[in-house]
């Protein structure tokens, strides 16, 4: 009987999120609950399988892992792309890949989530709840401050960016906003105003990343930007954790010199041990950004559709079609 293999279910969410029985009556599908320690525990734990279908960028997928997995046939990624996966290498192997479309509405999932720690960061909600579960009140709690009137900074302006923009702007902050190719037409369409980088690290009361990790954004806030911000300023991360220079983050923090309110992170899951877990002026959530039930149902559900379909020689969504002609000539 097909193996299938679902990756990187951290949440625990995908049996629940839509029905597996089709693909459970051809196939033995074994759901992964934990992140792989490396690649070598990965190898050792998929070798068997002949279809992976893994969850947006979580598990690496590197031609080195994927050439070691001899039976894999079909690999099912969620969206429409997955920047840790090597396609090329699937497609000299024949393995076909498939996407998913839609998933629900995963920006504004984001962009709320970017909110949602925007808040807590500014009105020390964490530690508040923290104290009621404990027994106390308002003992040892920071004032917080209100957001209206203040400068919200956001860095990069595509669809996540801008409903974060008229959230802000919703809450009376008065929204500036940088990234290589925006316009002061697009930054005023959505309330924004166009500034440079320098000025917007500067006069910023909190900024919020929505930005692609690529070389380009990689390390984009080192020391430098970090020092250039406004003492007390929250930094909201929704994106990627390397968009962020990690160790000078950790210093500012530590520091007391900003607030970091962080969804992402160079290493995920967070160790144990990481220094981030006990660093003072941190709000912190386990990468949930575009994790809601809505996103799961369309996820999950396509997932087994397209496993379903490549079992009937019919695969669906495929991101690497010219794979398909090796498929037909075996």
Known sequence: MTKVAVLDDWQRVARSSTDWSPLMKRAKVVFFEQAFLDEEDAVQKLAGFEIVLSM????????????????????????????????????????????????????????????????????????????MRSGRFQEGLPAGISLAGKTIGILGLGRLGSSMARYCRALNMQVVAWSRNLTAEKAEAVGATLVSKEELLSHSDAISIHLVLSDRTRGLIGAAELARMKPGAILVNTSRGPIVDEAPLIEAVQSGRIVAALDVFDREPLPPNHPLRGAPNTVMTPHLGYGVREVWTAFYGQSVENALAFLDGKPLRVSNPEVLSHLISR
């Open 56 to 131: 947006r960028e979580r598990t690496p997928l590197p031609a080195s892992l994927i050439h070691r997995l001899p039976k894999l046939r079909m690999l099912g990624i969620t969206g429409v792309q997955n920047r840790s996966l090597d396609t090329e290498a699937c497609t000299s192997r024949g393995i076909v890949v498939c996407h998913t479309v839609g998933g629900g509405d995963s920006a504004a999932a984001t962009a709320e989530l970017a909110l949602g720690l925007l808040l807590a960061a500014a009105r020390a909600i964490p530690a508040a709840d923290a104290n």
